[in-house]
């Protein structure tokens, strides 16, 4: 009897130890994943929010050096939604995670440069309505905008062929979407200008200038059609305007100013214009030219007239130019 006893507690614990000993990991769903940015380099300090879609269930976390994160969601068969965040990025997400037991159920993200905001599942039903409108204004702003662009380019392709009526009605398409476009009044009224459609050129440029008073293009293009036309008083308030808008281009402004003065018979004034444009730009070759000329028909500014030709002939890219300059400087007595 003493014998039974002494080995019956030690067959039974070697009972026992023929029961397999069950890894606890392989009982857990588990889910992990590598956040990585838009050039493939990986995210540290990122936001994990694991969020249980058919049970109530939040867990969060944030990846390490390597951008990478682990989550040990139990043994409870559930769906889960993974939202990654982080400065400087868009959020991103995947819907509908069903990690199985003992399988590494991978959720690797990358993420876009960008500024947070509401993911469709965070907002409430306001956002929502707020959201898709939105979309579909923009949407509709998208078609609106490749129609513009369709009708300008085919406008555009049309006025190089001389074909400015029809180029015309491509541009007035155009402004029915975007009446406020200058650019597009000013290229109807070039059009127009091409057919000899003077008051309709005009009506067009004024409507241009109009709606964008600060450009210097847009007042110098008026200028340009006005001085072609005989309103030089007019063309030549546009030009100081222009040279004033635009320092940078002042010199062409005034060069132009200074030529209607010229050809007006204010050879004078013309001569200041033309120092405007030197002074604004002293290589302006054309402006040394023209003070020259307008300098040359008095006995005391002939001097003037002569330097202004030598610099002229130094810098001027016109050869026929260039051999009526070195002609007038020596009738004036220049070397």
Do not use: C
Not at 74 to 97: L, S
Not at 170 to 184: I, Q, S, V, Y
Not at 209 to 223: F, H, Q, R, T
């Amino acid at each position: 009897m003493s014998i039974r006893k002494i080995f019956l507690p030690v067959l039974l614990f070697a009972g026992f130890l023929l029961i397999p000993v069950l890894d606890a990991a392989a009982q857990t769903r588990t889910i992990k994943g590598t956040i990585t940015d838009d050039k493939g380099q990986p995210v540290a300090g990122a936001q994990i929010t694991v969020t249980g879609i058919d049970v109530v269930r939040e867990l969060k976390s944030k990846t390490d050096k390597k951008g990478e994160y682990t989550f040990l969601l139990g043994i409870a068969k559930t769906r889960y939604r993974v939202v990654v965040r982080m400065a400087g990025f868009e959020p991103a997400y995947k819907d509908n995670v069903e990690p199985e037991l003992s399988v590494d159920m991978r959720v690797d993200l990358a993420l876009k440069p960008g500024q947070d905001y509401k993911l469709p599942f965070e907002m409430t039903e306001q956002e929502k309505a707020d959201y898709v409108k939105r979309v579909e204004e923009q949407k509709a702003r998208r078609q609106q905008t490749e129609a513009v662009r369709s009708s300008v380019k085919l406008g555009e392709d049309l006025a190089k062929e001389g074909k400015y009526e029809e180029a015309i009605v491509e541009w007035n398409k155009a402004l029915e979407r975007l009446p406020d476009e200058p650019t597009l009044h000013a290229a109807v009224a070039n059009a127009y200008a091409k057919l000899g459609k003077n008051d309709q050129a005009l009506a067009s440029y004024q409507k241009a200038v109009s709606l964008d008073p600060k450009s210097s293009e847009l007042n110098a293009n008026l200028g340009i059609f006005l001085n072609s036309i005989g309103k030089v008083a007019e063309a030549q308030e546009a030009f100081k305007k222009a040279a004033e808008l635009d320092p940078k281009s002042a010199a062409t402004n005034f060069y132009n100013l200074g030529i209607t003065m010229v050809n007006s018979g204010q050879a004078e004034k013309g001569a200041e214009a033309f120092k405007q444009a030197i002074a604004a730009d002293p290589n302006h070759a054309e402006s040394y030219y023209q003070l020259g000329m307008a300098l040359s028909g008095k006995k005391d500014t002939i001097p003037a007239a002569i330097e202004a030709l030598k610099k002229y002939i130094q810098i001027g890219k016109k050869p026929d130019q260039v051999e009526v300059a070195k002609q007038i400087m020596s009738a004036l007595g220049g070397k």
